[in-house]
């Protein structure tokens, strides 16, 4: 499989250690093993949401994850760099910057309203959930402007404007409106966690794996910031559920906003994947993995997939 023979990619996490960690474990489990047709959400929440608010517990897993790594990579399998993909087709070196690109727009959005989040959480869980998500979604700013760095590209909010879609800006304004300026901690969390992560897992997954044979140090970047992700979605799910059931009468806002939100979301990756097509790469798992995991939060949510899936 390689950027260039578009082979249908299988994400992988062999290479990340791996210790006692019962959220990251078990969905690594349960996702890492099939194609996305497979998915489902058999786990249980207290196998899946065992260690949430534990920061011990977070400092000891994102230790291990980052422990000998630089910018997240391993030092011995540095990702390419500008001049190595030069010997590659000009698509592979594109395809690479525009996933980067991507992937940097979105954790800006994390990373601004994961703070706003935390300083008006409800509850000290959340403000302890949150905490952590803010050091989180730094570090993965950092990873992903250090990489479109050694990819040649230091101006970093112009490599931003020409490959990024512009739908992705819209989002983050919409998001700052709603989080920083109107403090809509629910709709925020609908937004944060579930519409622009929940999503975002799919392209990760994919990416990771399709960039892997001929770029492996970038591989291990989205691997790794995937493991928090799979993180900070299972807080959305878990804070959601929360509050759909304890006030059946937020239920009917949580789930227009999820459709709001996720529409939004998936016209963005709908473009993205149109982007792909345009570089030679079959977007078509992608997509089928975005899907999935909208399908799988929905149901995890107990709401009804049928106005949000329909316009998927
Ligand atoms: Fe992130
Ligand atoms: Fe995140």
């Not at 540095?78 to 991507?102: D, I, K, N």
Request: hydrophobic fraction near 40%.
């Amino acid at each position: 499989m390689s950027l260039t023979d578009h082979a249908a990619p299988d994400p992988v996490f062999d290479d990340i250690v791996h210790g006692e960690e019962p959220l990251v474990d078990a969905l690594r489990d349960h996702t890492e093993s099939a194609d996305p047709h497979e998915l489902d959400d058999s786990l249980d929440d207290h196998v899946r949401y065992a260690k949430l608010y534990d920061i011990q517990h977070w400092r000891n897993s994102t230790g291990r994850y980052l422990d000998d790594t630089t910018y997240g990579y391993d030092p011995e399998t540095p990702p390419l760099t500008q001049e190595e993909f030069r010997a590659l087709p000009s698509a592979a070196y594109h395809g690479v910057v525009a996933a980067m690109a991507g992937g940097l727009a979105g954790e800006r959005i994390a990373f601004e309203c994961s703070a706003a989040l935390c300083s008006y959480a409800p509850d000290d869980n959340s403000r302890m959930f949150l905490a952590t998500q803010v050091i989180d979604e730094a570090r993965h700013v950092e990873v992903f402007t250090q990489r479109l760095k050694r990819l040649g590209c230091h101006d970093v909010d112009a490599t931003l404007h020409k490959y990024v879609n512009p739908g992705m800006f819209a989002f983050h304004d919409k998001m700052r409106a709603r989080v920083v300026d109107s403090r809509d901690f629910a709709g925020g969390i609908i937004g944060q966690n579930l519409a622009l992560e929940g999503l975002a897992l799919g392209f990760f997954e994919f990416n990771a794996a399709l960039v892997k044979p001929v770029d492996p140090g970038t591989s291990r970047v989205l691997e790794t910031v995937l493991l928090d992700e799979r993180r900070h979605v299972g807080f959305g799910l878990v804070k959601l559920r929360e509050l759909v059931d304890e006030s059946p009468d937020k239920r009917a806002y949580v789930e227009d906003t999820v459709c709001e939100l996720s529409e939004n979301m998936m016209e963005i990756f709908e473009e993205n994947a149109d982007n792909m097509a345009r570089l030679g790469i079959d977007p078509t798992e992608a997509m089928d993995r975005v899907n999935r995991y909208h399908a799988m939060h929905l149901r995890r949510l107990g709401l009804s997939d049928a106005g949000v899936a329909q316009s998927a």
